[in-house]
C-alpha cells in the first residue's frame, strides 16, 4: 500500500541508513528484492555515502579502511574514488607480528595487497562499516595513528604520539544496534568507545576524530543534495525549498538528525522506539505505529498545501 | 653456563610466567626443547595456574573461559579440574545472532558443546589468556555479566546491570607484552581497559573483577608453595624459610611482585628494561646485565651465608 502510493504519486524518497559495508548499487539492489519495488542506487545513502567527499583529499593517498567482510569495504572505497587502498589484513600479511592472533587463511591471502608499509606511509584511517577483528583493528589503528608519519611500526615522538597526526574518519557513529538477539549488540561507536580510552591509556592524548553517519549534520545535507538531484528527475521544476519529511525508528540518529537538519522528523514505534507519546531527549514532530501511518501523515499535510 | 651451575649445584628454582593458554606439562615440554634441559612441570607457574584455587568453588558448575587459540583453554581449565567449561565459540554456535561477525569455520565446529545456554546458566567467568576475537568476547562478556542468574539474552534488573552478579577473573595484569615487532603489544590488560570502559558506558556501573599473574600476591603466595614442594623434592630437611631470589625484565610485573612477595629481586636488562641504573617505580635489589650475572650474584650471596 505504501509502495503503490509512493510510486503512484511519484513522491522523491531517499533511504538513509547508518548502515552499510557494501556499495550502494549492491545495497538498492539486495533493497529492491526484499521490497519486491525497484530502487535506484541514487535512493540509497549508506553511512559512508558522504565519504565521498574526502576524495579529492586523498584519492591517491594511501589510506587504510576498516570494517566489512573480505575485502568488501577496499571494494566500496575504490568505487568512490580512492586510488589506493589498503586494508588491516594486508598490513598483518606484511609482518605476521603486528597481530600474531590474527591468521590469514587461504581466502585471505587471495584478497591481499603486497605492501612494505615501511617504506608505503598510510595517511588516513577510514572506518566503513563494523570490524570482524577488534583485537587486530584496535591495535593496528593505534600503531597508524602513533605513527611517525604514516610509517607503520615507527613511533612518533619517541613514544609519545600526539594523535593528530593521521586523520581518522568514522562512518557510523551508533553505541549499539538491533538484530535478532533480545539485547542490543555492539555497533561501531562500541569499537569506537574502546580506540578512544586504549588511545588514552597508552599514550596519555585524546584521540580525535571525524565522524559521518546518522545523525551527523554531514550526512543529512549529503541527503538533502541526494534528494533534490532525484526528485529533479521527475520534475521540470527545481525544487531546493521543497519541505523534506523523514521517518525513522531510533530517536538518537533517525530524528536527532533530522531535527538538526530541520527536516520533519516522524517517528514510528517498530523498531528501537517503543514509548507510547514521544522519545523524551529527541522528540519528533510527529509519532505514528508503522510506516504506512507516517506516509498517510506525510500526504495529509502535503494535499492541504 | 647457567644450566650447567644450576644443575649441578641443585639450586631449585621455578620458572614465573604472565604468559599460559596451554597447560604447565605442555609449557615445561616446550622449554625443556629450547633450553635443551629437562625441566619439570612443577617448575612452571603460568599466569593462571593460581586459578586452580577456584576449583573447590566452580568445580560442577558451568564457567566460561575465554582467550586462547581453539579450545586449548578449555583443556587448561579442565585439566586443573573444572567440569563444566564452556567457551565463547559455544554461545556463538547456540545462538549467531549474539555475535553475527563471527563466522565458525569447519575446525571451530568441531570443537563447539552443543548447550542451551537459555537453560544452563554461566556462574563464572574466566579469562586464561588473550582473546582472539575481542568483539566478539566483549560482546559475550557483557552479555553475560548483565545477565539474570547467568542465563544469557536475559538482562538482570531490566536492563540495568550491578555487573556483580557474575564473578569476572583476569589470569593477566599486563597492559602490553613484546615480541618480534618494535613496539609492544596490547595485552590482556588492554581487553581488560575496553571492557572495563565500555560496561560503564553501557551500564553506568563499574566493572569488579579479580586479577591472577604477576604482579598480583596470590601469584607469588603459589609461587612460594610450589617451590618449597620442588625443593623438598631435593632434600630432606624442610626449608620453609629460606631467601626466595626472583630474577626478571618487567619492573611492573616481575620486580613489583617480587618485592611485595618480600623476595629478593633481580632486574635483567635483557627485555622490557633497558634503563642505566634501576627502575625508578619499582626498583629492584639489584641490577645485572643478564641472567648468568644474576645468577653469579645469587651464588655469591649464598655462598656467603
New interface residues.
Partial sequence: MVRIKLKSEKIPFILLTNGGGITEKEKAIELSKILDFNLSEDQVILSHSPMRSLVPTYQNSQILVLGGAGDNCRKVAESYGFNRVVIPNDIVAW?Q?????TKLSQEDLKLIKKIDFSKEPIKAIMMFH??????RD??IT??VL?SKDGYV???ENNDVANLTNIPLYFSNPD??WS?????S??AQG??R??LD??AE??TGHKLKYKLFGKPEPVTYLYAAEKLRKFAMKFTDENVPNRRIYAVGDNPASDIAGANRAGWTSILVRTGVFSGKVNDPINPANHVVDNILHAVEWIFSKEEGI
Avoid: A, E, M, T
Fill in positions: 609482518d607480528s603486528i597481530w600474531p592472533f563494523d570490524s570482524r577483528d577488534w583485537g584496535l591495535q593505534l600503531d602513533r611500526g615507527k613511533l553505541i549499539i538484530n535478532d538477539f533480545p539485547i549488540r555492539y562500541s569499537f568507545i574502546c580510552f586504549l591509556v597508552i
